[in-house]
Protein backbone atom coordinates (compact mmCIF):
# COMPACT_ATOMS: atom_id res chain seq x y z
CA UNK A 1 0.00 0.00 0.00
CA UNK A 2 0.52 3.38 0.05
CA UNK A 3 1.61 4.26 -3.44
CA UNK A 4 2.25 8.26 -5.07
CA UNK A 5 1.83 8.55 -8.74
CA UNK A 6 3.03 11.59 -10.30
CA UNK A 7 2.30 12.52 -14.05
CA UNK A 8 4.11 13.26 -16.22
CA UNK A 9 7.33 11.84 -15.53
CA UNK A 10 9.28 14.05 -18.10
CA UNK A 11 8.05 17.31 -19.67
CA UNK A 12 10.13 19.79 -22.13
CA UNK A 13 8.27 23.17 -22.66
CA UNK A 14 9.09 26.65 -24.01
CA UNK A 15 10.26 29.66 -22.03
CA UNK A 16 6.64 31.55 -21.24
CA UNK A 17 4.19 28.24 -21.15
CA UNK A 18 2.78 26.73 -17.92
CA UNK A 19 3.03 23.04 -17.20
CA UNK A 20 0.83 21.11 -15.18
CA UNK A 21 2.32 18.36 -12.58
CA UNK A 22 -0.40 15.74 -11.07
CA UNK A 23 0.29 14.35 -7.81
CA UNK A 24 -1.75 11.51 -6.71
CA UNK A 25 -2.16 9.05 -3.65
CA UNK A 26 -3.60 5.70 -5.43
CA UNK A 27 -4.53 3.99 -2.09
CA UNK A 28 -4.85 5.85 0.49
CA UNK A 29 -6.43 9.30 1.29
CA UNK A 30 -3.49 12.24 1.99
CA UNK A 31 -4.32 14.28 4.46
CA UNK A 32 -1.28 16.52 3.66
CA UNK A 33 0.98 16.58 0.44
CA UNK A 34 4.26 18.45 0.17
CA UNK A 35 6.29 19.55 -2.98
CA UNK A 36 9.74 19.40 -3.36
CA UNK A 37 12.08 20.43 -5.88
CA UNK A 38 15.89 18.99 -6.59
CA UNK A 39 18.34 20.12 -8.51
CA UNK A 40 21.50 18.11 -10.01
CA UNK A 41 23.38 16.66 -7.01
CA UNK A 42 21.39 18.39 -4.74
CA UNK A 43 19.05 17.98 -1.79
CA UNK A 44 15.31 18.17 -1.77
CA UNK A 45 14.19 21.52 -1.22
CA UNK A 46 10.32 21.96 0.37
CA UNK A 47 8.28 24.23 -2.04
CA UNK A 48 4.87 24.03 0.13
CA UNK A 49 2.84 22.14 1.68
CA UNK A 50 -0.74 21.90 1.03
CA UNK A 51 -4.20 20.23 2.73
CA UNK A 52 -6.79 19.04 0.70
CA UNK A 53 -9.24 22.11 0.62
CA UNK A 54 -7.05 25.04 1.98
CA UNK A 55 -4.30 27.29 0.69
CA UNK A 56 -1.11 25.89 0.38
CA UNK A 57 1.22 27.25 2.84
CA UNK A 58 4.84 27.98 0.72
CA UNK A 59 8.44 28.06 1.73
CA UNK A 60 9.88 31.50 2.22
CA UNK A 61 11.29 32.25 -1.18
CA UNK A 62 9.19 30.32 -3.50
CA UNK A 63 6.91 32.44 -5.35
CA UNK A 64 3.05 31.57 -5.03
CA UNK A 65 2.03 33.18 -8.14
CA UNK A 66 4.64 31.40 -9.88
CA UNK A 67 4.47 27.98 -8.73
CA UNK A 68 0.19 27.43 -7.75
CA UNK A 69 -0.88 24.41 -6.05
CA UNK A 70 -4.12 22.93 -5.94
CA UNK A 71 -5.42 20.55 -3.44
CA UNK A 72 -9.01 19.85 -4.57
CA UNK A 73 -9.38 16.40 -2.99
CA UNK A 74 -7.82 13.91 -0.60
CA UNK A 75 -6.20 11.96 -3.41
CA UNK A 76 -5.08 14.49 -5.65
CA UNK A 77 -2.61 17.43 -5.80
CA UNK A 78 -1.81 19.72 -8.56
CA UNK A 79 1.37 22.45 -9.27
CA UNK A 80 1.53 24.35 -12.07
CA UNK A 81 4.63 26.18 -12.65
CA UNK A 82 3.36 29.46 -14.97
CA UNK A 83 5.37 31.12 -17.68
CA UNK A 84 8.08 28.20 -17.06
CA UNK A 85 11.89 29.85 -17.36
CA UNK A 86 14.99 27.83 -18.19
CA UNK A 87 15.77 28.17 -14.46
CA UNK A 88 12.33 26.62 -13.49
CA UNK A 89 13.99 23.09 -14.65
CA UNK A 90 14.51 21.06 -12.06
CA UNK A 91 13.38 17.52 -10.63
CA UNK A 92 9.88 18.01 -8.83
CA UNK A 93 8.87 15.44 -6.21
CA UNK A 94 5.86 15.21 -4.71
CA UNK A 95 4.81 13.17 -1.76
CA UNK A 96 1.94 12.64 0.42
CA UNK A 97 1.28 11.80 4.35
CA UNK A 98 -1.93 10.05 5.73
CA UNK A 99 -1.68 11.19 9.70
CA UNK A 100 -4.13 8.98 11.23
CA UNK A 101 -2.39 6.09 9.79
CA UNK A 102 -0.26 4.01 11.48
CA UNK A 103 3.04 4.92 11.57
CA UNK A 104 1.64 8.71 10.78
CA UNK A 105 5.04 9.81 10.69
CA UNK A 106 5.76 8.45 6.88
CA UNK A 107 5.23 10.46 4.01
CA UNK A 108 5.54 8.45 0.28
CA UNK A 109 7.09 10.02 -2.67
CA UNK A 110 6.13 10.14 -5.86
CA UNK A 111 8.54 9.05 -8.64
CA UNK A 112 8.85 12.48 -9.42
CA UNK A 113 8.79 14.91 -12.97
CA UNK A 114 11.82 16.26 -14.97
CA UNK A 115 11.07 19.52 -16.13
CA UNK A 116 13.45 21.02 -18.81
CA UNK A 117 12.07 24.44 -19.93
CA UNK A 118 14.08 25.26 -23.49
CA UNK B 1 18.02 28.62 11.70
CA UNK B 2 17.93 25.48 10.32
CA UNK B 3 21.18 23.17 9.11
CA UNK B 4 21.76 19.46 8.73
CA UNK B 5 25.18 18.51 7.28
CA UNK B 6 26.49 15.16 6.11
CA UNK B 7 29.45 14.39 4.23
CA UNK B 8 29.20 14.64 0.58
CA UNK B 9 30.17 11.41 -0.63
CA UNK B 10 31.90 8.27 0.55
CA UNK B 11 33.75 5.06 -1.11
CA UNK B 12 33.41 1.69 0.01
CA UNK B 13 34.00 -1.95 -0.51
CA UNK B 14 31.46 -4.62 -1.47
CA UNK B 15 30.45 -6.69 1.86
CA UNK B 16 32.52 -4.10 4.46
CA UNK B 17 30.20 -2.00 6.53
CA UNK B 18 29.91 2.03 6.29
CA UNK B 19 28.82 4.55 8.69
CA UNK B 20 27.25 7.38 7.21
CA UNK B 21 27.26 10.81 9.77
CA UNK B 22 24.60 13.61 10.37
CA UNK B 23 24.31 16.46 12.46
CA UNK B 24 21.61 18.86 12.86
CA UNK B 25 20.57 21.82 14.39
CA UNK B 26 16.72 23.07 13.85
CA UNK B 27 14.41 24.83 15.87
CA UNK B 28 12.80 21.55 17.62
CA UNK B 29 12.82 18.33 17.18
CA UNK B 30 10.18 15.57 16.17
CA UNK B 31 12.09 13.17 14.48
CA UNK B 32 15.35 11.96 12.09
CA UNK B 33 14.69 10.01 8.95
CA UNK B 34 17.24 8.55 6.50
CA UNK B 35 16.01 7.85 2.79
CA UNK B 36 17.74 6.21 -0.12
CA UNK B 37 17.42 7.99 -3.47
CA UNK B 38 18.90 6.29 -6.43
CA UNK B 39 19.65 9.06 -9.53
CA UNK B 40 16.45 10.45 -11.14
CA UNK B 41 13.99 8.72 -9.02
CA UNK B 42 12.02 9.61 -5.60
CA UNK B 43 13.87 9.19 -2.24
CA UNK B 44 13.01 5.79 -0.31
CA UNK B 45 12.24 5.97 3.21
CA UNK B 46 15.07 3.60 5.84
CA UNK B 47 14.34 4.53 9.34
CA UNK B 48 12.99 6.82 11.60
CA UNK B 49 14.45 7.82 14.97
CA UNK B 50 12.57 9.66 17.42
CA UNK B 51 13.89 8.50 20.54
CA UNK B 52 17.63 8.18 21.64
CA UNK B 53 19.32 4.93 20.63
CA UNK B 54 19.69 2.25 17.80
CA UNK B 55 17.63 1.06 15.48
CA UNK B 56 18.34 -2.12 13.33
CA UNK B 57 16.30 -3.07 10.21
CA UNK B 58 18.60 -6.03 8.54
CA UNK B 59 21.61 -4.60 7.00
CA UNK B 60 20.23 -0.95 7.96
CA UNK B 61 21.10 0.31 11.08
CA UNK B 62 20.06 4.16 12.73
CA UNK B 63 21.48 6.03 15.68
CA UNK B 64 20.06 9.13 16.93
CA UNK B 65 21.28 11.30 20.11
CA UNK B 66 19.09 14.27 20.78
CA UNK B 67 21.11 15.84 23.28
CA UNK B 68 24.14 15.88 20.55
CA UNK B 69 21.58 16.07 17.29
CA UNK B 70 23.35 13.77 15.46
CA UNK B 71 22.85 10.71 14.22
CA UNK B 72 24.48 7.73 11.80
CA UNK B 73 23.70 5.30 9.22
CA UNK B 74 24.75 2.20 9.17
CA UNK B 75 25.55 -0.18 5.94
CA UNK B 76 26.64 -3.46 6.29
CA UNK B 77 27.31 -6.38 4.19
CA UNK B 78 27.25 -3.90 1.43
CA UNK B 79 26.38 -5.00 -2.10
CA UNK B 80 26.83 -2.72 -5.47
CA UNK B 81 22.89 -1.73 -5.13
CA UNK B 82 23.55 0.33 -2.23
CA UNK B 83 25.29 2.50 -4.41
CA UNK B 84 22.92 5.56 -4.07
CA UNK B 85 22.40 8.82 -2.44
CA UNK B 86 21.18 8.67 1.53
CA UNK B 87 19.28 11.73 2.85
CA UNK B 88 19.34 12.45 6.01
CA UNK B 89 16.07 14.79 7.05
CA UNK B 90 14.55 15.84 10.50
CA UNK B 91 10.85 16.73 11.34
CA UNK B 92 11.92 20.19 13.06
CA UNK B 93 8.43 21.72 14.67
CA UNK B 94 5.72 20.35 15.85
CA UNK B 95 4.00 20.31 12.51
CA UNK B 96 4.65 17.84 9.48
CA UNK B 97 7.56 19.86 7.70
CA UNK B 98 10.89 17.98 6.74
CA UNK B 99 14.01 19.28 6.16
CA UNK B 100 16.24 17.24 4.32
CA UNK B 101 19.89 17.57 4.28
CA UNK B 102 22.07 17.55 1.08
CA UNK B 103 22.74 13.79 0.75
CA UNK B 104 25.75 11.56 1.06
CA UNK B 105 26.69 9.84 -2.11
CA UNK B 106 27.73 6.31 -1.64
CA UNK B 107 29.96 4.69 -3.96
CA UNK B 108 30.15 0.93 -3.55
CA UNK B 109 33.28 -0.87 -5.41
CA UNK B 110 33.86 -3.97 -5.82
Known amino acids: GAVVSQHPSRVICKSGTSVKIECRSL??????MFWYRQFPKKSLMLMAT?????????EQGVEKDKFLINHASLTLSTLTVTSAHPEDSSFYIC??????????????FGPGTRLTVT | GQNIDQPTEMTATEGAIVQINCTYQ??????LFWYQQHAGEAPTFLSY????GLEEKGRFSSFLSRSKGYSYLLLKELQMKDSASYLC???????????FGAGTRLFVKA
Open chain 1, 95 to 108: SASDFDRVPSYEQY
Open chain 1, 27 to 32: DFQATT
Open chain 1, 50 to 58: SNEGSKATY
Open chain 2, 26 to 31: TSGFNG
Open chain 2, 49 to 52: NVLD
Open chain 2, 89 to 99: AVRATGGFKTI
